[in-house]
């Protein structure tokens, strides 16, 4: 069964570091997400990505967030200066297209980082 | 703004006992309703999507319901089993929108 691909599983890293988060998402989709849970927390959304832009991003997603797809698998997340609190599991997701509402959001086994 | 709340935070049954999730949210004009499981530390594997315009829909042991008017859905679990035991999650996906939004989830736990 097609599923989606997310590295690392895991990051350690210093507080002002760049992270990128990298995720395959399932070859025929074509809607991306990033979603993060901090421990004990709700699963919450971060960013969807579609047509090569971001179709709508919630107020986590400052400018220190910022996604790419840099080529046709691929799909980033990259933090620029890490906080303490980006400490978390950040899992991508993806989906086919919207028209039908049966689409069926499959979630990657998330990538966990620590920011010390 | 969409919230989703999932009743009760934690649930204790056990094994065989039937049982129900609850989960609501405060606008209807959803797309669609997904019920997810979650395994300590692990990813969320999809178990029902709901349409905006179904009722129901069953798998194996599961049945989850929508009432879209009342913002209301259940999971029944029948004949529950120690691997049942994981976090429950209800998401809705907003009409127009591109995000879907979580409740914080039902913790599970099947006694043997």
């Known amino acids: 069964e097609p599923e989606v691909t997310q590295t690392p599983s895991h990051q350690v890293t210093q507080m002002g570091q760049e992270v990128i988060l990298r995720c395959v998402p399932i070859?025929?989709?074509?809607?991306f997400y990033w979603y993060r849970q901090i421990l004990g927390q709700k699963v919450e959304f971060l960013v969807s990505?579609?047509?090569?832009?971001?179709?709508?991003k919630s107020e986590i997603f400052d400018d220190q967030f910022s996604v790419e797809r840099p080529d046709g698998s691929n799909f980033t997340l990259k933090i620029r200066s890490t906080k303490l609190e980006d400490s978390a599991m950040y899992f991508c997701?993806?989906?086919?297209?919207?028209?039908?509402?049966?689409?069926?959001?499959?979630f990657g086994a998330g990538s966990r980082l620590t920011v010390l | 703004k969409q919230e989703v709340t999932q009743i009760p935070a934690a649930l204790s049954v056990p094994e065989g006992e039937n049982l129900v999730l609850n989960c609501s949210f405060t606008d209807s004009a959803i797309y669609n309703l997904q019920w997810f499981r979650q395994d300590p530390g692990k990813g969320l594997t999809s178990l029902l999507l709901?349409?905006?315009?179904?009722r129901e829909q069953t798998s194996g042991r599961l049945n989850a319901s929508l009432d879209k008017s009342s913002g209301r859905s259940t999971l029944y679990i029948a004949a529950s089993q120690p691997g049942d035991s994981a976090t429950y999650l209800c998401?809705?996906?907003?009409?127009?929108?591109?995000?879907?939004?979580f409740g914080a989830g039902t913790r599970l736990f099947v006694k043997a």
């Open positions: 070859s025929n989709h074509l809607y």
């Open positions: 990505f579609y047509n090569n832009e971001i179709s709508e």
């Open positions: 998401a809705v996906a907003n009409t127009g929108g591109f995000k879907t939004i």
């Open positions: 709901i349409q905006s315009s179904q």
């Open positions: 997701a993806s989906t086919t297209a919207w028209a039908s509402g049966a689409n069926v959001l499959t």
